[in-house]
């Protein structure tokens, strides 16, 4: 799945591998989860990037390494993978290069939470901390480890900034309300934010 360029998207192959299993097509889906890592996984070597990083590339002839990729995989293709594979490591990847400390405001300061990917990291982007966390979450309880604690200080940082409705920005950073820009301070709530959130209380 994927545009008419051949730069077929990872995010979108993981949702449509979940969305196969779950309606039991279980042939179509298995054809998806091989292609995710006989390609996508960076340390097979039949993948067509660098081996010696632990995740998943963003898509076909993309080497770019995005936040959601690592989420949506411990959550749809499973922490460790059916050879193996250690796919909860991508998490790891996240905590050491994605994460973002960002000022909410001029009272809520330092929430840190997870940005977009590796090459902007002056955004704290809460949709894909949510999706961040719920991962962590199915990693502890696959391998256990620091992964619950580091899911429950990711829950805790972001419900910081809930509105007083409940909404939750899509983004934001240290720019303030006056430079509101999309995706890296879009502090209008978004659903998918809220959703991701409360999937983890």
Not at 35 to 62: C, I, K, Q
Not at 74 to 95: C, H, N, Q
Not at 110 to 125: A, K
Request: glycine letters at 10%.
């Amino acid at each position: 799945f994927g545009d008419n360029e051949g730069l077929f998207s990872t995010e979108h192959n993981m949702d449509s591998y979940a969305a196969l299993l779950w309606a039991g097509k279980t042939e179509e889906a298995g054809l998806i989860r091989d292609y995710l890592f006989r390609e996508m996984w960076a340390p097979a070597s039949t993948s067509n990037g660098r081996h010696d990083l632990n995740v998943f590339w963003t898509g076909f002839n993309d080497f770019t390494i995005y936040t959601d990729c690592q989420a949506l995989a411990s959550l749809f293709l499973g922490p460790v993978g059916p050879s193996g594979e250690t796919v909860y490591k991508a998490l790891d990847y996240v905590s050491q290069n994605i994460r973002s400390t960002q000022d909410f405001n001029s009272s809520i300061k330092n929430v840190t939470g997870v940005s977009i990917h590796q090459d902007d990291l002056d955004t704290v982007w809460c949709e894909g901390t949510g999706q961040f966390e719920l991962g962590l979450r199915f990693a502890a309880a696959k391998v256990g480890g620091a992964y619950l604690s580091m899911a429950q200080d990711a829950h805790s940082q972001i419900g910081q900034v809930v509105q007083s409705d409940g909404g939750i920005p899509f983004s934001f950073n240290h720019s303030g309300e006056a430079n509101l820009s999309y995706p890296n301070n879009h502090r209008y709530s978004y659903i998918a934010s809220v959703v991701w959130y409360y999937l983890n209380e």
